[in-house]
């Protein structure tokens, strides 16, 4: 079963837009992670935050995490026609068997960026 | 250096066949996960190991799926007669381990087709 669930589901923008896309999930989690999807093929890390965090950035990413709401927010700035993908957001916990942390994902979010 | 390698890329096979799955994780990699994924699906969660043992086989769907990673770095996936069910995308994916060291990096998976 799949924890997370994106919004939307699909998004398309025009380049130089920002794109955001919401994640919501319904147990407790040590940490949540987002990553990136092109061609329904590998999966490429894009950011990690814990649970004791509330916003992070990595070049024009931007994380939020809210745990009272269960919820997560994942804004790229000034999209570019590259930006389009796939993107996922899985969340991370201890499940106490040897420190094992399986990620659980949610469906996705398609992105396009219009050029 | 290398990144989390799988073979073969593509797999066709018929129903009742059995077949195997290469994983190659990232060198020094202690943590190893399985995940599956379906059409327009996020990864689910299949196996982790942590070294040789199996730490969470929990997302294994049933008894014909079963992960070996003898020598904790090469793991392979198997799965007995197979469905048409099975068909997917395997991903694997490995990490440091432990807290601090979460990020899991994936490799391009194997697209699994049961005819």
């Known amino acids: 079963s799949q924890q997370g669930e994106e919004d939307p589901q699909a998004l398309s923008i025009q380049e130089g837009e920002n794109a955001t896309m919401n994640c919501s999930y319904k147990?407790?989690?040590?940490?949540l992670q987002w990553y990136r999807q092109n061609s329904g093929r590998g999966l490429v890390h894009l950011i990690l935050i814990r649970s004791n965090e509330r916003e992070k950035h990595s070049g024009r990413l931007r994380v939020t995490l809210d745990t009272s709401k269960k919820s997560s927010s994942l804004l790229i700035t000034a999209s570019r026609a590259a930006d389009t993908a796939s993107y996922f957001c899985a969340t991370a916990s201890f499940s106490g068997v040897q420190g094992a942390q399986k990620l659980v994902f949610g469906q996705g979010t398609r992105l396009t960026i219009n050029p | 250096g290398a990144g989390v390698s799988q073979t073969p890329s593509n797999k066709v096979t018929e129903k009742g066949k059995y077949v195997e799955l290469r994983c190659d994780p990232i060198?020094?990699?202690?943590?190893l996960y399985w995940y599956r994924q379906s059409l327009g699906q996020g990864p689910e969660f299949l196996i982790y190991?942590?070294?040789?043992?199996?730490?969470?086989d929990s997302g294994l769907p049933n008894d014909r799926f079963f992960a070996v990673r003898p020598e904790g770095s090469v793991s392979t996936l198997k799965i007995q007669r197979t469905e048409r069910g099975d068909s997917a995308v395997y991903l694997c994916a490995s990490s440091l381990g432990g807290q601090g060291r979460e990020t899991q990096y994936f490799g391009p998976g194997t697209r699994l087709l049961v005819l």
């Open positions: 060198s020094g990699h202690t943590a």
């Open positions: 190991f942590q070294g040789t043992g199996a730490a969470d």
């Open positions: 147990t407790s989690i040590n940490n």
